[in-house]
């Protein structure tokens, strides 16, 4: 299995609604990785877990939450977000110094 | 000065011609340097990785670093219409994540 699994595939929720993205991969890897991507820009992180511990956080606003339950599986808790928070956000996994496989993301839009 | 710098482009090549897509990186403690392929509403998909000095060839693509220069390149031989999207170059940093570059929009005109 070389595949990132992310869903749901779209995401459309309101300004007070709690909602939860997913992510899994069954490479091994113990590096996982959420980002952001609005379009025509690059890809933004937001958190790194490393060996199912959280290693990065770019200064992520709290609305954002993320969890890794195990070293499979990687979540991203959203709550009270912003239109602006409206964007791609994919999920990666590397072995650590390697490069990253993408999943193929959540098209969230806030509304 | 951003830490990985690429040209926006548009870069427009004929098919069947070779495309030079370049970046340049700051941390020199950099050590592990990724080109990534993104079509249009998709993820990124890693294309080449390269990790020390010289070209790395595969099949038509071809990677090159040069650290001195703190400089990577990627060229596209044989381009075909399938290969316009936008390239993204990476480089593992030594805060132990990857930076990207802002991407080149790469267009094969037929």
């Known amino acids: 299995d070389t595949e990132v699994t992310q869903t749901p595939k779209h995401l459309v929720m309101g300004m007070t609604n709690k909602k939860s993205l997913k992510c899994e991969q069954h490479m091994g890897h113990r590096a996982m990785y959420w980002y952001k991507q609005k379009a025509k820009k690059p890809p933004e992180l937001m958190f790194v877990?490393?060996?199912?511990?959280?290693?990065i956080n770019e200064s992520v606003p709290s609305r954002f939450s993320p969890e890794c339950p195990n070293s499979s599986l990687l979540n991203l808790h959203l709550h009270a977000l912003q239109p602006e928070d409206s964007a791609l956000y994919l999920c990666?996994?590397?072995?650590?110094?390697?490069?990253?496989?993408f999943g193929s993301g959540t098209r969230l839009t806030v509304v | 000065q951003k830490e990985v710098e690429q040209n926006s482009g548009p870069l427009s090549v004929p098919e069947g011609a070779i495309a030079s897509l370049n970046c340049t990186y700051s941390?020199?403690?950099?050590?592990?340097f990724f080109w990534y392929r993104q079509y249009s509403g998709k993820s990124p998909e890693l294309i080449m990785s390269i990790y020390s000095n010289g070209d790395k060839e595969d099949g038509r693509f071809t990677a090159q670093l040069n650290k001195a220069s703190q400089y990577v390149s990627l060229l596209i031989r044989d381009s075909q219409p399938s290969d316009s999207a936008t390239y993204l170059c990476?480089?593992?940093?030594?805060?132990?994540?990857?930076?990207f570059g802002s991407g080149t929009r790469l267009s094969i005109r037929p």
């Open positions: 990476a480089v593992y940093s030594s805060a132990s994540k990857i930076i």
């Open positions: 941390d020199r403690g950099s050590q592990s």
């Open positions: 877990y490393s060996y199912e511990k959280l290693s």
């Open positions: 990666a996994s590397s072995h650590t110094g390697d490069g990253y496989t």
